[in-house]
T-cell receptor, first 115, second 114 residues
């Protein structure tokens, strides 16, 4: 158990819909990262938050948005869903002390299926 | 520019064979961190090892060993006497001290045949 909690574990929805994925980082971790992994693909970095502030954006579509709340949990919102958005979405957290990047601890992922 | 390269897309070995997974990285930072993660068929990503750029000592953990060579910018992972349970996708990653960003390789899919 990595200590990172993601909900829901599985989600099936239709094209055009909107979903929210939730992530609770490990206790004490200030950084939250979101990654997308499509079938047989590598990890695509979406976005990074540190202590409530957006730190970096990767290949995140405009239809996607995220935020990190004061209690450090994070949500990834996916809207106007398309078939190609079907993927495993990972959240990861790290301590991320300045100048010393701790390892990423990953949640079990949220598997999104868009029909 | 790609920062982490895992040139081997897929590898198949017979059980009990040794196998080495290659990882080559690129960075201009003098302080950085290297990682290996395992993703078994069940899908979760499991942290295996973290190495900082100042520590070139090789590490051994049971059947797993890691060879870090700054001269060739490589951080290779060897599994000795492979087992079926080692079948997974293995990702190498780099993190630079500034910015706390992570760069993952595209992964190597290892299949261990019984």
């Amino acid at each position: 158990d990595s200590g990172v909690t993601q909900t829901p574990k599985h989600l099936i929805t239709a094209t055009g819909q909107r979903v929210t994925l939730r992530c609770s980082p490990r206790s004490g971790d200030l950084s939250v990262y979101w990654y997308q992994q499509s079938l047989d693909q590598g990890l695509q970095f979406l976005i990074h938050y540190y202590n409530g502030e957006e730190r970096a954006k990767g290949n995140i579509l405009e239809r996607f948005s995220a935020q990190q709340f004061p209690d450090l949990h994070s949500e990834l919102n996916l809207s106007s869903l398309e078939l190609g958005d079907s993927a495993l979405y990972f959240c990861a957290s790290s301590v991320a002390i300045a100048g010393d990047t701790g390892e990423l601890f990953f949640g079990e992922g949220s598997r999104l299926t868009v029909l | 520019a790609q920062k982490v390269t895992q040139a081997q897309t897929e590898i198949s070995v017979v059980e009990k064979e040794d196998v080495t997974l290659d990882c080559v990285y690129e960075t201009r930072d003098t302080t950085y961190y290297l990682f290996w993660y395992k993703q078994p068929p069940s899908g979760e990503l499991v942290f295996l090892i973290r190495r900082n750029s100042f520590d070139e000592q090789n590490e051994i953990s049971g059947r797993y060993s890691w060879n870090f060579q700054k001269s060739t910018s490589s951080f290779n992972f060897t599994i000795t006497a492979s087992q079926v349970v080692d079948s997974a996708v293995y990702f190498c990653a780099l993190s630079e001290a500034i910015g706390n960003q992570f760069y993952f390789g595209t992964g190597t899919s290892l299949t261990v045949i019984p």
